[in-house]
């Protein structure tokens, strides 16, 4: 799967429509469809969509999970997350 993104403008993507399908089908690229360069909206594959709902539910139970909390775990999650996602950022902002 790709990690690539590409930005076409919306009358481009739907001249091109077939191979434009292809690449996020078959090359797993996300395609921002734009006009006037705002992004309008975003085609990815049916793989990558399945799992972006995933990851919504399991951050919807979480938040729900957590909001059960007592004050005193609940800021012991706090801080451990806001570590885990400086981490993160870091290991992201290297490899890039």
Same mark, same amino acid.
């Given at each position: 799967?790709?990690?690539?993104?590409?930005?076409?403008?919306?009358?481009?993507?739907?001249?091109?429509?077939?191979?434009?399908?292809?690449?996020?089908?078959?090359?797993?690229?996300?395609?921002?469809?734009?006009? %006037?360069?705002?992004?309008? /909206?975003?085609?990815?594959?049916?793989?990558?969509?399945? #799992? *972006?709902?995933? @990851?919504? &539910?399991?951050?919807?139970?979480?938040?729900?999970?957590?909001? %059960?909390?007592?004050?005193? /775990?609940?800021?012991?999650?706090?801080?451990?997350?806001? #570590? *885990?996602?400086? @981490?993160? &950022?870091?290991?992201?902002?290297?490899?890039?």
């Amino acid at each position: 799967m790709s990690d690539s993104e590409v930005h076409m403008g919306v009358s481009e993507a739907r001249a091109n429509l077939t191979e434009v399908i292809a690449k996020v089908r078959l090359l797993g690229e996300r395609v921002v469809l734009t006009r %006037r360069d705002k992004a309008q /909206a975003v085609l990815v594959s049916n793989e990558f969509y399945e #799992q *972006a709902l995933g @990851d919504k &539910t399991f951050a919807e139970i979480t938040r729900e999970a957590v909001d %059960r909390l007592d004050p005193a /775990a609940r800021e012991q999650f706090d801080t451990a997350f806001g #570590q *885990a996602t400086a @981490d993160f &950022t870091q290991r992201r902002l290297k490899s890039s």
